[in-house]
């Protein structure tokens, strides 16, 4: 390797480090900001409340992992367990930072080290992102017969779904849509040819996975404010993949911020009001953003342990080396 590349590695490696702790940051500030109001919810609402929906909202993230990994496996690309982890999970911290293309561009990026197509990495997030729309406006459902009864604008859920499931009838249009987004990104190269319907659907269906496990720690806020087990179950789960789902159409705003509360709020409304409403959509996003941190730290923790382990050992004083000379 020449000198002029080992420094563009460094210098794309110090970048990286950069944009991690600048996300990071951003997620402490979060938390930081709403440290006052925080403490009267989390009263409100109970620490084992708290505890066991922030553990939902991690758990429930792990599905869409496995869905990626087929996605790309589909594609042609099987990386090493360690190895998918790091670039699934700290290219996803990106989504904190302003703009919705950061994820894709940081699969992209991350690609090149390990010696695989950034278009293939970059497809495989963006239709594991399209496939994830289509799981969690199908999730949405399960809140459709309590929401309608607040108004019949919920009854546009129905036509959406099916125009959201045009992909996966017809998988070429997705791989359509692909090539338009990598144009979009000045992503060089043809678009992934996706796998097979069969494939899509099992992905499809370990992101719905995902969503009900998510949906479950607004479920479990809730009830804990006092909502009927049977609204929260439904409201929680369906509103949350609703919400969330709106929230990946806010390109400007990180994470979905903002969008994701107004349509939460919406949803949750239906169980609660006044300051219990405010504290659940305002306590889902703080114990969201806590439990990426906590997942980002055990990730990074653990790619260190990994690769401490795998570093050879320095030899003992007084061993003898191969092809040294005898004293």
């Known amino acids: 390797m020449s000198r002029g590349h080992a420094a563009r590695g460094r210098a794309f490696a110090g970048?990286?480090?950069?944009a991690y702790l600048l996300v990071l940051a951003f997620l402490g500030y979060q938390l930081w900001r709403v440290r006052h109001g925080l403490?009267?919810?989390?009263?409100?609402?109970?620490w084992g409340a708290c505890v066991l929906a922030t553990a939902l909202a991690i758990v429930g993230g792990l599905p869409g992992f496995f869905g990626w990994r087929m996605l790309l496996a589909?594609?042609?690309t099987r990386l090493p367990l360690p190895a998918a982890v790091r670039?699934?999970?700290?290219?996803?911290?990106?989504?904190?930072?302003?703009?919705?293309?950061?994820?894709?561009v940081a699969h992209a990026a991350m690609a090149k080290p390990l010696g695989e197509?950034?278009?293939?990495?970059?497809?495989?997030?963006?239709a594991g992102q399209g496939l994830g729309v289509i799981a969690g406006l199908g999730v949405g459902l399960v809140a459709l017969p309590r929401l309608v009864t607040t108004g019949p604008l919920w009854w546009g859920l129905v036509p959406l779904l099916a125009a959201a499931l045009l992909p996966l009838a017809a998988p070429r249009l997705l791989t359509t849509l692909l090539g338009v987004a990598q144009r979009v990104l000045r992503r060089g190269g043809r678009a992934p040819v996706l796998p097979g319907r069969r494939?899509?659907?099992?992905?499809?269906?370990?992101?719905?996975?995902?969503?009900?496990?998510?949906?479950?720690?607004?479920?479990?806020?809730?009830?804990?404010?006092?909502?009927?087990?049977?609204?929260?179950?439904?409201?929680?789960?369906?509103?949350?993949?609703?919400?969330?789902v709106a929230g990946i159409f806010t390109l400007i705003m990180p994470s979905g911020l903002g969008a994701r509360e107004a349509v939460l709020g919406l949803t949750v409304a239906t169980l609660l009001s006044g300051p219990d409403l405010v504290a659940l959509v305002a306590l889902s996003r703080v114990l969201i953003t806590a439990g990426d941190l906590v997942s980002t730290a055990v990730v990074l923790g653990a790619l260190v342990w990994t690769a401490r382990r795998r570093r050879p050992s320095p030899p003992a004083a007084g061993t003898r080396t191969e092809g040294a000379s005898p004293p």
Do not use: N
């Not at 970048?15 to 950069?18: I, K, M, P, S, V």
């Open 117 to 126: 197509p950034p278009a293939r990495l970059a497809g495989a997030f963006l």
């Open 74 to 76: 589909g594609l042609g």
């Open 87 to 104: 670039v699934f999970f700290l290219a996803g911290l990106t989504r904190y930072l302003p703009g919705g293309v950061w994820p894709a």
């Open 39 to 46: 403490g009267a919810s989390l009263a409100r609402v109970g």
């Open 15 to 18: 970048l990286r480090a950069a």
């Open 199 to 244: 494939t899509l659907l099992a992905v499809t269906g370990l992101m719905a996975a995902g969503w009900l496990i998510s949906g479950l720690h607004v479920a479990v806020l809730a009830i804990a404010l006092g909502a009927p087990a049977a609204g929260a179950l439904t409201i929680g789960i369906g509103g949350f993949a609703l919400a969330t």
